[in-house]
């Protein structure tokens, strides 16, 4: 859809603007009990003094989200949410309150019921052909939403100390549902649909390119027909003959189908809540696809006046096709894109045809065929998670609560591969004579994640006169270990024996690998919560924690917060925070000299160890130093409800990578030093209006946000030293991942010759990838982070009908494209799009030789307002045997308002390390796009 | 009582929580630090694989070949694979520094070769620091392998300084007093990146170093491998010999030809024409097929030992199918590497020689090199006896030692089976008779470039087009550093 600057913000002043529509009561308010979680206590709503969002159990109600993350979207002002692609088990990028940091983790701390999980991002990158194929896992996908009753994020540093060296990035407390005192409920919830990308790039067809590299060959001099890639049984005739759409190969429509059955039963002493659930999702991309079970189990019981105990059991089960995207090699969406439209699939004798030379070793052929077969691709991924806690409290005196918790979250990911002897070719690995001939490949990976978890506190509760006092003081042990097992092989008798143990060849330099990774955090911890004449708020924090993450010569760090509110009447709270929280998230080993050994460092097959990395005995956590103001408000005798908040918050001793001039001789590039500081800044507002009441309900909800983020201090190192990609760098006073690219100056209608902007401004063609890269100027007006985002539902009611409409935007980021770059230069081996076929497009030339440089012609305002959700219920209540009964139809991602040409711009990337992770997500190559799915879903209580 | 159970319910989280503490350092089985990983033999021997790993990562490989690409005798047709080949081919040492290692690894490949080089250099530091400070005294295996294992440090290293000055420095002999920037030395281990924030020392230095290492070496490593005396692991490595190879082989450069035809008398045996010490062997391509650490040629004083059980890395680059190679073993894959018409002039052969089974004549009737692409795998020679005759040959008529000049250029001629040269014949036509013979016999070994330097020759252009001939100490001819690493070391001088 093309759509005008202008219009898009005509739209959105539009939506926001209509009088009367706006509103929401800070839904901080867990509706069944008035308290939220603000991290080991939960505290009444209205005494909450730091910055807390809710999405309550109403909102989480007869959602249907893909995961947990996908729950938030839109919905809590400053939780900036974005799937990394299309695939059913993306990771999701969370960001509260913009990036924080560089080098460190960027991602909050997710707490279920009490206790830390395992949410990623993984410690030990993956190894074997396979390994980083399709996105990055998202380990909360195994997590059913059904079973979440409210999540609260603490945003600022008020209320995130208490989880102190772990809180910089927020935390996101998540709680699970539980049986209401004496209450019994039966529920089934069931859905199925169809899903389909939200976007459809064009490609060129055969006769097409042909043309078109005939064209470029003339262009570049040369006389007669282009030159087709090399490959054995293909030739200008052949060609001729071909027109592949790859494209419409792998994509398809894919479906989805969820099952789920709570059971709760409460009385006044006890609560009980099980729950399973099954999905099954065929994703888009033919071969991607993902069931999941989960079980759960919940109690507690007050075993005497003085004892209660509880216990939470969750068994959950995933299993995962993966299919190459992005840049994996092989045949996947990316191949789709790239491959010759004029390549056929199969030979005339019905072996495939190789799209790209198989003869480098170790990486498959790029067939989308053979990817497509199970006999010759199978990319299976499975997790398994066992959540097991247990706890005690004991009422010592009146007012005074001890609690002993323990708690293990064991997650395993297991991934098997197998490529067939038709799709590739030995590795140097496999031996003398076997590299480049067919052989099979089978690799095998088991990567966990064990979190024991046990905390103690004791907590103390006095009411007297005016003054309401809680105190309550703890320590918590976390320790987490991550065990990595990978082995391969290759060369197979037959399709049937995939396991590494039954390979011919073990391959020799990289036969298998082994790793246990340990962290452990112990935390100190204090708050208390001081209210006066219920007007006056108070809460002091302190936490002390230690790592072995942290240098020996600061392992511990203390994190003191206060916060402080004052309650006008019911209708206005005025808050106010300042505190420190620290970023943990700095690696296991990262502080330490230490020696080790790589695959490829062996001489006459001997082993070799060798220094890794020089260590930094000083490398602390990155401490975030955050202001908060905000107000809560309810006008209209709570029509209108919501909350402002804004806030200050800076990363001080922001952990950078100085990199080390060659001659040091260790194999890390850099060394981590707390060196510099940045900042975000920002405002944010959520508001619940109940627009018109009766018999006819009308209510709105928004969520909007905007943070500036700025890097203060560099430690003294150059932009482009702060880098993980070469069109993104870092500079003092401005955003963090700033793109640095040469600025495209259109097209000579005389010449069809590309143009580019120098550093004087001057039109100069584009001629060599040199001259682009002298031309490259950091672009500080196109960011990769939005200038605002949020969310907005309206939710109507008439009767037995319920109608919703959700939707979320992101106004002001840019992404650079670079799968359409990949896609518009001639290169002989790869298609291109449609769009070359126009005159507006730069004139081709065969092997450009700037093929390879980016400039701001791939670089789009990503801008977006996208229909999340629209769904559409009808519920019966009170009939024989059941409580409550409701159809819904549910159309996700329905449409999209956006400039962006390439396939979707709400999109994230998929890394791997933090620096990428934090700077690159405005950079997309071949993402598969979101999926628009069309659901139809059955509720029943009974 | 009820006291008592409180106060237990209390301590016990406390009490818990001290055992927990104990757990916050971490000694990870995975990686261990220095302290733990050099306190025993065994951790020294890793030390030294890997350093040797990196040594040769390049030592016959990359460095072998960037000789030839960047002289005369070698023609890249239709474009090498690798484009740092096609950069240096083209001269185009700029681009050289600039290269990624590919669209997903933006290190650069000349980083990664100089990186290769000190990573190696610092690992002997380490080692040598270990021995030192006596980490591993405990290991009863160390006391019979302490020197051997300070000399294979000693070795390595000078070995590196000697590959990293010649190709990013200007020649020895640029200035009179070699006072002109050599490279940076690392004569400590590096323990932060403050310490590497220095200038390059001058070549004269960088030399005086690797000759002090060298000797050093010489002195401490054993003459061979003993069983049951040193660790398996050392088979195959770098002998006494080794060290007395490279320091004749850097005396000559230097051409200092009295010490370094002292260290070639040792070497081979002081009687000129006869080589009692490596001798030369009757097999040319024996030679360039020998494999592994039991089987080394008996006419190599030193070489990149191969595996037998593996096509290991490093001969995966001349002599596979692997694409990367120029002088693909494989029929099927078209040679790039093509021996120049010049070289045809220089190298003149009679019809006879042996060494002509080392070259094989494509369809289109030029020619190419076999040396390195007649097995899969094998042992590659980087100093033979061959050389280092040639060297005293070149020495003795240079010093009008004609008649002994003429019979240690003759043991290599008749090997080749080509007529001998006979007396009388003049200084000159008979030093020119010496560089011939160097020619035939050491072509495409990568003694190209440092030889037409140590002569102060022109490096002509081959068959390049439009290309100018370049004097022997052209700054054309030296490697860049990338912007990078003079961003990462402000006091680095590039050559520019």
């Not at chain 1, 105990?309 to 959950?316: L, R, S």
């Not at chain 1, 991602?893 to 709400?906: A, K």
């Not at chain 2, 042992?379 to 005293?392: F, G």
Request: glycine share 8%.
């Amino acid at each position: 859809m093309k759509i005008s600057h202008l219009m898009i913000r005509k739209i959105f002043t539009g939506l926001f603007l209509l009088p009367g529509m706006v509103t929401v009561a800070t839904a901080q308010v867990d509706a069944d009990s008035l308290l939220v979680q603000a991290g080991y206590r939960k505290i009444p709503a209205i005494y909450v003094a730091g910055s807390i969002a809710s999405l309550g159990s109403r909102a989480m109600e007869n959602l249907v989200v893909p995961n947990l993350k996908a729950a938030m979207q839109g919905k809590m002002a400053g939780v900036h949410t974005v799937q990394a692609n299309g695939m059913p088990s993306a990771e999701v990028a969370v960001r509260v309150r913009g990036t924080g940091s560089i080098y460190g983790e960027t991602e909050p701390l997710y707490v279920i019921d009490g206790i830390p999980v395992y949410a990623g991002p993984r410690e030990i990158a993956p190894e074997g052909i396979g390994g980083n194929w399709g996105a990055v896992f998202n380990p909360l996908s195994d997590i059913n939403p059904m079973d979440i009753a409210s999540i609260q994020v603490l945003k600022d540093a008020g209320a995130a100390a208490i989880y102190g060296a772990r809180g910089a990035n927020g935390v996101i407390l998540i709680t699970t549902k539980n049986a209401r005192p004496n209450k019994s409920d039966v529920r089934l919830d069931y859905y199925t649909g169809i899903t389909q990308t939200t976007n459809r790039v064009r490609l060129l067809n055969g006769p097409d390119y042909l043309r078109l590299l005939d064209q470029a060959w003339q262009n570049s001099g040369q006389t007669g027909e282009g030159p087709l890639p090399a490959v054995e049984g293909f030739n200008r005739a052949t060609a001729t003959g071909v027109n592949s759409d790859h494209l419409s190969q792998v994509l398809g429509q894919g479906n989805v189908q969820q099952l789920s059955l709570s059971a709760s039963s409460g009385t006044a002493k006890s609560a009980f809540y099980f729950s399973g659930s099954y999905r099954k999702e065929a994703g888009v991309l033919t071969g991607n696809d993902l069931t999941r079970y989960t079980g759960k189990v919940k109690f507690t019981n007050q075993l005497t006046s003085k004892l209660s105990i509880n216990a939470n059991i969750g068994m959950n089960y995933s299993e995962y096709f993966n299919m190459p995207v992005g840049r994996s090699e092989g045949g996947g969406f990316g191949a789709a894109q790239r491959n010759l439209p004029v390549f056929p699939w199969y030979h005339p004798n019905g072996t495939y045809f190789y799209a790209s030379d198989p003869a480098v070793y170790h990486l498959p052929g790029s067939n989308i065929m053979s990817f497509m077969s199970k006999n010759d691709y199978d990319n299976e991924e499975q997790t398994k998670r066992v959540f097991v806690a247990a706890g005690l409290g004991y009422k010592v005196m009146k007012g005074l609560e001890l609690r002993v918790d323990a708690a293990m979250d064991q997650y395993y990911h297991t991934r098997r591969d197998y490529t067939s002897k038709r799709l590739r070719y030995g590795s140097v690995g496999s031996g003398t004579g076997r590299e480049g001939t067919p052989l099979a490949y089978a690799g095998y990976e088991k990567y966990s994640e064990n979190v024991y978890n046990l905390l103690a506190t004791l907590s103390y509760k006095k009411i007297k006169g005016a003054h309401n006092l809680s105190v309550l003081g703890g320590f918590e042990v976390y320790y987490n270990d991550n065990p990595y097992f990978f082995a391969e092989g290759e060369g197979f008798v037959s399709d049937f024996l995939r396991q590494p143990a039954a390979a011919a060849y073990r391959n020799q330099i990289t036969p298998e690998a082994l790793v246990t990774n340990v962290n452990v955090v112990t935390g100190y911890f204090a708050t208390a919560d001081y209210v006066f004449k219920e007007r006056y708020l108070l809460n002091a924090t302190v936490r002390v924690d230690a790592s072995s993450r942290f240098g020996a010569d600061n392992k511990y760090q203390v994190f003191p917060a206060l916060s402080a509110g004052y309650i006008f009447s019911g209708a206005l709270k005025l808050r106010a925070s300042y505190g420190w929280t620290g970023n943990y998230g700095i690696g296991n080993y990262s502080s330490l000299e230490r020696w080790g050994i790589s695959p490829s460092s062996r001489y006459l097959l001997q082993a070799g160890v060798h220094a890794l990395g020089l260590g930094s005995p000083s490398l602390k956590p990155e401490k975030q130093e955050q202001i908060n103001i905000g107000a809560d408000f309810s006008l209209l005798k709570d029509r209108i409800s919501g909350s402002l908040d804004i806030y200050n918050r800076t990363t001080k001793d922001m952990i950078l990578l100085f990199p080390v001039p060659l001659s040091s001789g260790v194999k890390e590039p850099g060394l981590l030093l707390n060196g510099g500081a940045m900042r975000n800044r920002g405002i944010e507002l959520n508001i619940a209006s109940k627009n018109v009441q009766g018999v006819f309900t009308w209510n709105t909800e928004l969520s909007i946000a905007h943070n500036q983020n700025k890097i203060s201090d560099l430690g003294g190192l150059s932009p482009d030293q702060v880098s993980a990609h070469k069109n993104i760098v870092n500079y003092t006073g401005h955003a963090a991942g700033v793109y640095y690219l040469a600025e495209y100056a259109g097209v000579d209608p005389a010449t069809g010759q590309e143009l580019i902007y120098d550093r004087d401004r001057k039109v100069v063609p584009a001629i060599s990838a040199a001259r682009i890269d002298s031309a490259r100027i950091p672009h500080f007006n196109k960011p990769s982070a939005p200038k605002f985002f949020g969310g907005l539902n309206n939710i109507f009611r008439y009767k037995n009908f319920d109608l919703s409409a959700f939707i979320t935007f992101s106004y002001g980021n840019y992404l650079l494209d670079e799968g359409e770059r990949e896609l518009s230069y001639l290169k002989g081996k790869n298609n291109l799009l449609a769009t070359a076929t126009q005159v507006s497009f730069p004139k081709l030339r065969y092997n450009d030789p700037v093929a390879g440089s980016n400039t701001t012609r791939f670089l789009h305002d990503a801008s977006y307002l996208r229909m999340k959700n629209l769904t559409l219920g009808y519920a019966i209540k009170k009939m024989k045997l059941l409580k409550e009964a409701r159809i819904y139809l549910t159309a996700q991602n329905l449409f999209t308002v956006t400039r962006f040409p390439g396939w979707d711009p709400e999109v994230a990337g998929s890394y791997l390390t933090n620096a990428e992770r934090s700077l690159n997500q405005g950079i997309t190559y071949m993402d598969l796009p979101q999926v628009r799915s069309f659901v139809a879903g059955i509720n029943v209580k009974l | 009582m009820k006291k008592f159970f409180f106060f237990i319910l209390l301590s016990l989280p406390l009490i818990t929580f001290q055992a927990c503490e104990k757990r916050l350092d971490i000694v990870p089985a995975s990686v261990s630090p220095e302290s733990l990983i050099l306190s025993s033999v065994d951790g020294l021997n890793g030390g030294l694989n890997f350093a040797y790993q990196q040594l040769h990562t390049d030592l016959g490989r990359h460095f072998t070949i960037w000789s030839e690409l960047l002289s005369d005798h070698l023609l890249v047709r239709g474009g090498a694979v690798l484009p740092t080949q096609q950069f240096i081919y083209d001269r185009n040492l700029d681009a050289v520094a600039t290269e990624p290692v590919s669209s997903t690894d933006p290190r650069l490949v000349s980083d990664v070769r100089l990186r290769d080089m000190y990573n190696c250099v610092n690992t002997a530091a380490l080692i040598l620091r270990a021995c030192e400070n006596g980490l591993a005294e405990s290991d009863l295996a160390y006391a019979d392998n302490k020197d051997r294992i300070m000399g294979e440090c000693y070795f390595l290293r000078a070995v590196c300084h000697f590959e990293l000055v010649r190709y990013w420095a200007l020649p020895w002999g640029t200035t009179a007093d070699n006072s002109h920037p050599g490279i940076i030395i690392n004569e400590q281990p590096v323990d932060d990146r403050i310490s590497q924030i220095k200038p390059r020392a001058s070549v004269a230095k960088v030399y005086a170093f690797i000759i002090r290492d060298l000797q050093k070496a010489d002195s401490l490593l054993p003459e061979t491998f003993v069983q049951g005396v040193h660790s398996g692991v050392y088979k195959g490595r770098a002998y006494r010999d080794a060290a007395k190879g490279f320091l004749a082989k850097v005396y000559f450069q230097q051409g200092n030809y009295v010490q370094a035809k002292e260290m070639i008398d040792q070497l081979i045996g002081s009687t000129p024409g006869v080589i009692t010490g490596y001798p030369l062997q009757a097999s040319l391509t024996q030679l360039f097929s020998a494999r592994g650490a039991e089987n080394t040629d008996p006419e190599c004083i030193y070489q990149t030992t191969s595996s037998t059980a593996i096509n290991a890395s490093q001969a995966t680059y001349w002599n596979s199918t692997n694409p990367e190679s120029i002088y693909p073993r494989s029929a099927a894959v078209a040679s790039k590497g093509i021996v120049t018409t010049q070289f045809i002039t220089d190298a003149h052969f009679y019809p006879q020689d042996l060494r002509l089974t080392l070259f094989k004549t494509l369809s289109d009737g030029r020619i190419t090199p076999t040396k390195y692409c007649l097995v899969d795998f094998f042992n590659i020679p980087l100093i033979r006896s061959a050389e280092m005759v040639l060297d005293r040959a070149e020495i003795y008529a240079s010093d009008n030692r004609l008649e002994d000049a003429v019979a240690d250029c003759n043991t290599v001629r008749q090997r080749a089976q080509i007529p001998l040269l006979t007396i009388p014949i003049s200084k000159e036509a008979l030093l020119d008779s010496i560089r011939t013979e160097r020619i035939r016999e050491l072509c495409f070994e990568g003694d190209r470039l440092h030889d037409l330097r140590r002569k102060k020759q022109m490096v002509l252009p081959g068959e390049r087009a439009g290309i100018q001939p370049l004097a022997w100490n052209s700054k054309d001819l030296v490697l860049k550093y990338s912007q990078e690493d003079m961003a990462r070391n402000p006091q680095l001088e590039n050559n520019y």
